[in-house]
């Protein structure tokens, strides 16, 4: 038999169509659902009367493989608003992010004078590597290479969260901040025009062979590769002949916070943009201060200056004596 209303074959005795349940025999009455899915029908028979009786419709058989693809579904509904729910959790509690704020730099002159004539050194030269678990240590770019001729720059992480760049006589002081989850390794790093942002890191190797330090920033995806060194700070050592003129003798400083410090032996410190700088000094023209510092090489400049009533001009900056000395054994 074909099924007058879906056209497909059903058996002869079959009183409803079982996939659209189109009624077949006319004494056949519906009546409703049942909760536990079958269908309750009406059969009137010869004396009029009628009894219920259960009927399974064909929509309502479900095979393993509809089961399977049901489940299936299930799951990633499921996993999909679990993954929602945790990444708007982290987006919006405050204790999920409070470890990423940008740490406060603070780069300040000097504060203290020297007691002797010795060049101050700077005082993060000494820090170790401590272990594989953090990056506390003395770094150097992997692809420069040592030479007593030719400076390269040395990075330094301290445990007070200072972290510095050494070049040659220059340094950079700057500050870090581990801001690791559970799962990364996570370091904001933030020495001007040097390196600065936030960055993915590890650290491999051991304390026999050396540790090898990897930065990757989590915003342009930029690697950086360090190697475990001893920063090292170079000292020029002044002409023992060198003119010096006796007036600039001491400790000097700008409005905008900017300072030399001029020894009696020849050797200066210099603190411009966030830079300390260990120079010798001369004046071999009257007017012209010479310098000379070191960053790949040693460089000299020259620049001008001029004393002003209680000031004195340093290529058009003018500088404040302050009650300090430079002393000298």
């Not at 009927?55 to 693809?69: A, G, L, N, R």
């Not at 007070?160 to 901040?177: E, L, P, R």
């Amino acid at each position: 038999m074909i099924c007058p209303r879906c056209g497909r074959e059903i058996s002869d005795t079959e009183t409803l169509c079982p996939y659209c349940m189109q009624i077949i025999d006319h004494n056949v009455e519906i009546n409703d659902y049942r909760k536990d899915g079958f269908l309750q029908i009406q059969v009137k028979n010869e004396e009029d009367t009628s009894a219920a009786i259960n009927y399974t419709p064909k929509y309502f058989e479900v095979s393993e493989f509809q089961i399977f693809v049901i489940a299936i579904v299930f799951i990633l509904i499921v996993s999909a608003f679990t993954l929602f729910s945790l990444k708007f959790v982290q987006k919006t509690n405050p204790e999920y992010n409070k470890d990423y704020n940008e740490p406060e730099i603070v780069t300040l002159p000097p504060e203290t004078e020297p007691e002797t004539e010795t060049q101050p050194e700077t005082i993060r030269n000494d820090v170790k590597n401590l272990s594989i678990d953090n990056l506390i240590g003395g770094w150097r770019y992997i692809d420069d290479i040592e030479s007593p001729d030719y400076a390269i720059p040395y990075i330094t992480f301290a445990e007070d969260n200072i972290a510095q760049q050494n070049y040659g006589s220059m340094t950079k002081v700057g500050k870090y901040k581990d801001v690791s989850t559970k799962h990364r390794k996570l370091v904001y790093i933030a020495i001007e025009n040097v390196l600065k942002g936030r960055f993915e890191y590890n650290v491999t190797g051991n304390s026999k062979d050396g540790y090898t330090l990897t930065l990757k920033n989590t915003v342009d995806d930029s690697v950086y590769t360090l190697v475990s060194a001893t920063a090292k700070t170079s000292v020029l050592k002044p002409d023992e002949n060198a003119k010096l003129d006796r007036n600039l003798f001491g400790y000097w400083l700008s409005e905008d916070k900017k300072s030399y410090k001029f020894y009696r032996n020849g050797t200066l410190v210099r603190y411009t943009d966030g830079t300390t700088t260990q120079a010798v000094w001369a004046v071999d023209e009257p007017g012209i201060l010479t310098i000379k510092y070191r960053k790949d090489v040693i460089k000299t400049i020259n620049v001008e200056y001029f004393f002003s009533d209680d000031l004195v001009v340093i290529n058009g900056t003018e500088y404040a004596k302050q009650n300090r000395s430079a002393k000298t054994e």
